[in-house]
């Protein structure tokens, strides 16, 4: 009697102990990364991005590497569970200044955004982006471990 009642109590430790790792795991918040802009340039920005925060300690998740709308994804992540998301805005347009705008969403809401602007005097349209991505990388690592940006 004592074996059976020992086993049984053995059994619904570690089924616990399973349920409170697997609990545990899905604690960790991902933060979902998408945008939109021209073609090469907004991977370049998202691979940066994605590069700055996962060696920073954020957990990402690259929706996309293509434009989509934050719309879109925002709806995605409902289905998916996912609840932050830092949406990525790159604009070049030729004889103008580029900007990268960084909104992070929670819950659909947003709690914060940057953004930053190229040089008049870029040599070129990539070298403009590069210079735009070390900015914006710069203003999102101050909001690491804050809200619409977990650790």
């Not at 570690?14 to 990364?33: P, R």
């Not at 998916?80 to 990525?88: A, F, M, Q, R």
Request: proline share 2%.
């Amino acid at each position: 009697m004592i074996r059976i009642a020992l086993k049984v109590f053995l059994t619904a430790t570690a089924m616990l102990a399973i349920a409170v790792g697997v609990c545990v795991a899905q604690d960790a918040t991902t933060v979902i990364l998408g945008g939109t802009g021209p073609t090469p340039h907004l991977q370049t920005v998202i691979d940066g991005v994605s590069d700055a925060l996962s060696s920073s300690g954020v957990k990402v998740k690259v929706n996309s590497g293509d434009s989509k709308s934050r719309s879109v994804i925002l709806d995605e992540m409902k289905t998916s569970g996912n609840t932050v998301l830092l949406y990525l805005t790159v604009n070049q347009v030729k004889g103008q200044r580029g900007k990268i705008l960084a909104e992070s969403f929670v819950d659909g809401k947003k709690v914060w955004e940057d953004d930053t602007r190229g040089s008049l005097v870029a040599a070129s349209a990539e070298g403009e982006v590069r210079g735009m991505l070390k900015g914006i990388i710069e203003k999102i690592k101050k909001h690491i471990g804050q809200q619409g940006l977990p650790k």
